[in-house]
């Protein structure tokens, strides 16, 4: 390959609580991967503090961009474009990245590529899968997404199946809180989970009138959170572990069962899972297995990628690069994207 068809993208995110930069060639390839996460700062306040994430990111916008060059062995010359999460997302948080791409495009005149944060987390299964081209199914579970897409092409996106109510990263992150166990509470439970019992309680698994491939995890959510009123009022001990390991299976299932028959039912031997809970230990482990049942193949991040990052971003930004999407510098933080607007 020529120098000439090597395309490196400078990737910024800050949707959330984590700043992150990352410099990637070709879409797949990822020379660098920075990520500042102010978790540590948002566990004081049991959740995201808006204001507070967007102080932060820009305290750390520049040192994560400048580290994540220094690692990648390059400068702001070698960069072909810059990508850039605009949405959805916090607004403050998203402003910062957004204000920092079209600063670093402007001054050294190169293209600007919005990303969709969601179009993001489902690249990372590029990353480390150089064989995976679209079409294929992919469960996106995010902290504020869950849904069931068909991946048509690069960027292009059949939404099957969506939450009616939470999302399961937000489904975990408010059972956590009620046992204690803190913020975030999805690798808080998944390690609680490790010890426990998933059969140890019963909890309901909802099932959503209308399409079989949407979610709900509110019925569900309210069930663990009456338990552990009924526990306190009536003072009996709950065992965590056991209470964890339940709630997840019951979650896990909910996830999995619906992926796997959504694959079966649209015709598609390849499965991919995406976003934070994708990192979950009990999802991967049930979906390899029931995946490797039904004769799909099972593509997932590694668990670093499945969170937030930039090196996503980069890979997304990479093929909408490719197809010629391009922003003005009228690029503005949209909190609340759609999955395939542009
Ligand atoms: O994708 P992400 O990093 O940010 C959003 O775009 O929302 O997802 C964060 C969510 C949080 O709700 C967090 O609790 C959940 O992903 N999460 C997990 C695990 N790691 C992160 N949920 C279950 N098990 C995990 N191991
Ligand atoms: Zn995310």
Same mark, same amino acid.
Not at 34 to 44: A, E, G, K, N
Not at 90 to 112: D, H, Q, R
Not at 183 to 201: C, E, F, M, S, V
């Given at each position: ?7 490196? %993208? ?17 879409? &797949? ?12 700062? #948002? ?21 994560? %961009? ?59 299964? $590029? ?34 199946? &969506?939450?009616?109510?939470?999302? @399961? ?13 803190? $913020? ?14 998933? #059969? ?12 079989? $491939? ?13 338990? %552990?009123? #009924? ?34 039912? $649209?015709?598609?031997? *390849? ?14 482990? *049930? ?9 799909? *193949?099972?593509? *997932? ?8 990052? @930039? ?14 999407? &391009? ?16």
């Amino acid at each position: 390959m020529s120098s000439h068809d090597e395309v490196f %993208i400078l990737a910024i995110e800050s949707s959330c609580d984590e700043t992150a930069a990352a410099v990637v060639k070709n879409g &797949r390839q990822v020379l660098s991967n920075v990520i500042s996460s102010q978790i540590d700062l #948002h566990t004081l306040f049991g959740g995201v503090v808006p204001e507070i994430a967007s102080r932060k990111h820009i305290e750390k916008i520049n040192p994560v %961009i400048t580290q994540a060059l220094k690692d990648a062995g390059m400068t702001l010359d070698d960069i072909t474009a810059i990508g850039v999460t605009y949405g959805p997302g916090l607004v403050g948080a998203l402003l910062v990245g957004v204000a920092e791409a079209k600063a670093i495009a402007y001054a050294k005149k190169k293209p600007l590529v919005g990303v969709h944060h969601i179009e993001g987390h489902i690249s990372a299964n $590029y990353i480390e899968n150089p064989d995976l081209e679209p079409p294929f199914v992919c469960l996106v579970v995010s902290g504020g997404h869950t849904h069931l897409v068909i991946v048509k092409d690069y960027g292009v996106f059949e939404i099957i199946g &969506r939450t009616r109510d939470d999302a @399961a990263g937000e489904a975990f992150d408010k059972v956590a809180r009620a046992v204690g166990l803190g $913020y975030p509470g999805g690798p808080k439970i998944d390690q609680a989970a490790h010890g426990g019992n998933p #059969h140890a309680l019963e909890f309901p698994r909802a099932k959503v009138a209308g399409n079989p $491939y949407d979610f709900s995890f509110s019925g569900l959510k309210s069930a663990v959170l009456n338990t %552990i009123n #009924h526990a306190k009022m009536t003072g009996e001990t709950i065992v965590v572990a056991d209470l964890a390991a339940s709630f997840q299976n019951a979650v896990v299932e909910a996830l999995s069962d619906r992926a796997v028959h959504a694959a079966k039912e $649209y015709g598609y031997d *390849r499965l991919a899972i995406a976003g934070g809970v994708a990192s979950n230990t009990a999802l991967r482990e *049930r979906l390899q297995s029931e995946c490797k049942k039904a004769g799909i *193949r099972f593509y *997932r991040p590694s668990p670093i990628l499945c969170t937030d990052n @930039a090196a996503m971003i980069g890979a997304a930004a990479y093929y909408e690069y490719q197809k010629g999407t &391009r922003h003005g510098w009228d690029l503005n933080a949209i909190p609340n994207l759609k999955l395939g607007e542009r």
